[in-house]
C-alpha cells in the first residue's frame, strides 16, 4: 500500500514540472529547438573562428602587475654586470720617457690604466707576445711590441675586491668613482714603423687601446712543463728581442711565466746586423744574475751561434725552442733550419699566438627564454586568453 502511495506521488510531480515547462514556452512564445550533436559542433566552430578572427587581429593584453613574466626585457634582471664592460675601448695614457737603443731604435716607456674596474678584462695586458695598441694626438693606430711583462694581479687586489661590492666592516654602501691603479709599459718602436710615436714628447696626448693577440702559445705546447723541458732555447731577432724580455720576465702566474729559475739552461741565441743593433744591453747581466738566463748575442745568424757555442748540452727530447723574431719570415726559416738540424721538435713560434680566450656571456641561458618579441607575446597571450574562453565554451556545451 505504501509503495503505491509513492508511485503515485511521483507521477503527479512529473505531470505538474511539464504542465509548468508548457506554460513558459506559451509565454515566450519562441520555439524551442532541442540541442543536437551537430548544433554543438556548428557552435563551436563559430566560437573558433571567433578566435581566430580575435587572434589575427592586433591587440595588448591586460598586463598583470604582479606577474613578472609579462614585463618585456626581464631577462636583463639577471644579466651579470661584468667589471669595466660599460668603459671605452681607448682610455688616455701618459707618456714618460724615451731611451734610444739602437739606430731607428727607441724604448718608450708609458704609464696605463690596469685597474679592473676601468679595463675590462678582454682589453688588458695578459701575456707576453700580446700588442700594444696606441694613437698619438687623435692620429693613426699603431701596433707595437711590448717589451714589459704582464702587470702582476697584485696590483688589481684593491680593484678585484670592490669589484664584487664587497665592503669592509663598519662601512656603509654608496656610490663612489672607480677604482685607478697606474702601471708602466715599455714599447720598443722602429722609426720607420710609427714615426709619430718614435718622435714623440711629454706634450703629446696618448690614447692606450685594446690589447690586441693571444700572446705566445706555451700552454698548448707543454713548455711550460718545467722538468719535462729543463732546457729551452729562444731564437731572438730584430723587435722580437722586446717579446723575449717579456716572456723572461713574466711574473709567477702569467700564461707566459717560463719558471727559468726552475729549469737547467735557458739560452737566447740574439741575431742582429751589427753590434750597434743591439738593443736592451743593459738586461743582460740582469737576466743572469736573477733569471739564470744566458744571452748569446750575434751577428753571423742563428746557425753561426747554435755551432760556435760549445758550452750547450742538450737532449733533443727534453729541450724546447722558443723563435721570436719580430714577424722576419726569413729569420724564423733559420731559425727553423736549425731546431731541425738539432732534432728539436717541441717550439712555439710568435707568427702562431694562442687562441684567444672565449668569455662568459652575461646573460645566463636559462633566461634566453624571455628574449621574445614583444608583438610575437601579445599575440600569444592573446591567444592563450581566447583559448580559456573557447575552453569554458566547451564545458557549457558539455553540460
Known sequence: MQQHLQQQCRAGCRAGFGRQQQKVVASSRVPVQPRTAVGGASCRRQVWRIAAQSAAAPSTPKIDDEDLM??????????????????PDWIPGRFISAAQQAPHMRLLTFEVEVSRERVPLRNAYKAAGQRMNVRVNGGEKRSLTVASPPHPEDLNKEALFLCKGDIYSGETKQAREPTSTLAEVQVLVNSKEAPEVYNMGADDLVSVGPFEGGGLDMRSSGIQAVFRFPTVIV???????????????????????????LRADVRVYYNAPNRTSLCLTERYEQWAQELKVQVVPTTGGFMDAWDGDDTLVYDPATTAAVILTGGDEEAEAAALEVCKEAEITAIVLESQPAALPVFLDSTPKSFLRWRKDPEADAMAAAAAALDGSVASEDQEDKA
Open 70 to 87: 609579462q614585463f618585456p626585457d626581464r631577462y636583463k634582471w639577471y644579466e651579470a654586470k661584468f667589471a669595466a664592460d660599460d668603459m
Open 235 to 261: 731564437f731572438a731577432s730584430g723587435q722580437g728581442i722586446a717579446t723575449a724580455a717579456a716572456l723572461l720576465e713574466s711574473p709567477l702566474g702569467a700564461s707566459t711565466h717560463l719558471s727559468s729559475m
